[in-house]
């Protein structure tokens, strides 16, 4: 067992961790970070880590960036709080919703601001329901995600989430939300089926799935253009127009979460332009401050504006919203973030990375526990498995993945795992060609360490 640090001990006696064993946590203890500059974290110890997750897949323009802290501290003296309930208002505000509707690839009426991207997810809920009974549709309810999405932890959103530890014992998932089949080919792919066909037969899947429910009762599709915490699965080629075919013919409202994808991580400004697919609504959080400071959004396309009006006539009041949507101080800093992805061209730069970053991954590909190597723009995951031939996973129990992480760590590269022993990669969209290599030759050598490890198991 490791020798605790009176901050560790301060810490497990004080602090419920989110996402972490809690039982073994109470013999390893955290790691504290200190401080941070750039691509780099710190810990109390002074060990220097590349940041391969990008915080949460948040920190795009990295640690220790003047101008937004300039900006946050500006904002704080001139204006600490404001609100937009009652009619109220501020610049900030304004400002981000009018440079949020102009990069949006989509047609927005209106911005409604939020804190998390939980919160964002949980407020497309409650405006599609909303939609729904403007227009005299009471029973088209129901909305559809996928099995490993991930849209977050509130009572709602996990339950669109479709991963097991976030609905077990917490009697989740709520009515009206079912999940449709994960898009992942290498895992559930059938032998010598096409990306292309595995696409139709998800589409059909989807079809069927509608039409079992009543499609008089399904209201809204949702979707993140690549899946993040559920193992950064990209989709099969074809697949977002052949679903976008079904959602149409179902008239179901389509949403993109946008909150890892938003802001260049995949090499567009949008991850939904990647695919060529166009949702009706966005939700968006993470980077949209480089997440200096919490703050997240929903659009709103004109026909839901339009319901929300309706609405408003008939009740009065919208009665939604939150005490910090569209703080002025988080606004103030997402704005300056805007203003840094447009000036810096920070998605162009990201797009001409790409290729290394990629290539250097898909090198991972040769090693023996790799399983599959895969992702798109800057964010990957690494899937380790006892047998590359068969496919076969790991026994959960040995941790393997959460083993490689711990490895990595101690080459001084933060990772994460997920379940099915995935590793995942999402650095700050401002690492450079020299860290990228860095971050590979540390993850190359965490594996190597990992398949020493396992033959020891
Ligand atoms: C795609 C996606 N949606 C929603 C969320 C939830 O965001 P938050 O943790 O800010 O509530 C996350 C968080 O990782 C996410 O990755």
Redesign the pocket.
């Known amino acids: 067992m490791p020798v605790l640090s009176n901050l560790a001990v301060r810490d497990i006696e004080t602090l419920v961790h989110p996402y972490s064993n809690l039982a073994a946590f109470r013999d390893t203890g955290p790691m504290i970070i200190d401080r941070a500059e750039g691509v780099f974290v710190y810990d109390t110890e002074g060990k220097g880590y590349i940041d391969g997750m990008a915080g949460?897949?948040?920190t795009a323009l990295g640690y220790g960036n003047e101008e937004l802290v300039q900006a946050a501290a500006a904002q704080m003296r001139k204006l600490s709080f404001a609100h937009l309930f009652n009619g109220k208002s501020h610049d900030p505000a304004i400002e981000l919703a009018e440079r949020l509707k102009d990069i949006a690839p989509i047609p927005v009426s209106k911005i409604f601001f939020c804190?998390?991207?939980?919160?964002?997810?949980d407020t497309q809920i409650k405006l599609v329901w909303y939609l729904n009974n403007a227009l005299g549709r009471p029973k088209k309810k129901k909305i559809i995600s996928r099995i490993k999405?991930?849209?977050?932890?509130?009572i709602a959103?996990a339950s669109l989430?479709g991963l097991p530890n976030n609905q077990i014992d917490f009697d989740l998932p709520i009515a009206n939300i079912v999940h449709t089949s994960c898009p992942h080919h290498y895992r559930f792919g059938k032998e010598g089926e096409s990306e292309e066909d595995f696409a139709t037969r998800l589409a059909v899947e989807f079809d069927e799935l509608i039409v079992r429910e009543d499609p008089g009762t399904v209201a809204a599709f949702i979707a993140?253009p690549v899946?993040?915490?559920g193992g950064v699965i990209v989709p099969p080629k074809t697949y977002f127009e052949k679903i976008a075919a079904v959602c149409q013919k179902y008239d179901l409202y389509v949403i993109s979460?946008?909150?890892?994808?938003g802001f260049g991580r995949l090499g567009t400004m949008f991850g939904c332009q990647s695919f060529g697919f166009k949702p009706h609504g966005l939700?968006i959080?993470?980077a949209l401050s480089s997440a200096y400071l919490?703050i997240?959004a929903v659009t709103v396309p004109d026909i839901m504006y339009e319901a929300m009006l309706t609405e408003s006539r008939k009740i009065g009041t919208f009665g939604h919203g939150f005490t910090y949507s569209g703080h002025p101080v988080s606004a103030a800093v997402a704005v300056k973030t805007l203003e840094i992805y447009a000036r810096d061209r920070i998605v162009e730069k990201v797009a001409a990375k790409v290729p290394l970053f990629q290539a250097r991954l898909r090198a991972l590909d040769q090693h023996p526990l790799v399983g599959e190597a895969r992702g798109m723009g800057l964010i990957a995951g690494v899937e380790l498995v006892a047998d590359k031939d068969t496919k076969r996973s790991f026994e959960p129990s040995k941790g393997v993945a959460a083993q490689c992480v711990r490895f990595a760590e101690a080459e001084g590269l933060i990772v994460r795992s997920v379940i099915g022993d995935t590793l995942t990669i999402c650095p700050p969209l401002v690492i450079t060609s020299a860290e990228i290599d860095a971050l590979f030759d540390r993850l190359t050598r965490a594996l190597d360490r990992t398949l020493d490890w396992t033959k020891r198991l």
């Open positions: 949460l897949w948040c804190n998390s991207g939980s919160e964002a997810n999405g991930y849209h977050g932890v509130t959103a989430t993140e899946m993040g915490a979460d946008e909150v890892i994808c939700s959080a993470k919490p997240a």
